[in-house]
């Protein structure tokens, strides 16, 4: 796996997505999403079997959508934004880049 990466899982369409430390290291920071700090295995989970929706004003952006019944305070659900980007392989070729941005806890009705 490539330096940097926490770890990476595949969506149920097929897409192969990462979450770097840096990006973790963002999310769980006090003045972002602390309470996503030990519910980084429910944030894999989400990525491998939540709900996916397509950003209406950018088309390379996701989001995932995913329910549990044991997250902090009243909260539902786990909320992950992807990216889908290529990169440059090793013959010029365009290989997927697909990376977590953010992630966090909502409570939704």
């Known amino acids: 796996m490539t330096a940097g990466r926490r770890w990476m899982v595949r969506d149920r369409y097929g897409n192969d997505i990462y979450l770097t430390d840096e990006r973790w290291k963002h999310i769980v ?4 999403h602390p309470e996503m700090s030990a519910y980084e295995e429910h ?9 996916r929706k397509q950003d209406p004003l950018n ?11 044991d997250l902090a305070e009243d ?19 365009p290989v997927p880049n697909n990376y977590i941005v953010t992630a966090y806890q909502k409570e939704i009705g």
């Open 75 to 93: 909260n539902t659900h786990i909320i992950a934004t992807v990216l889908f980007r290529f990169s440059e392989g090793p013959s010029g070729e």
């Open 59 to 69: 088309p390379q952006k996701y989001r995932y959508t995913k329910q549990f019944d």
């Open 43 to 51: 944030l894999k989970k989400t990525i491998q079997s939540g709900k």
């Open 29 to 32: 920071e006090p003045m972002n």
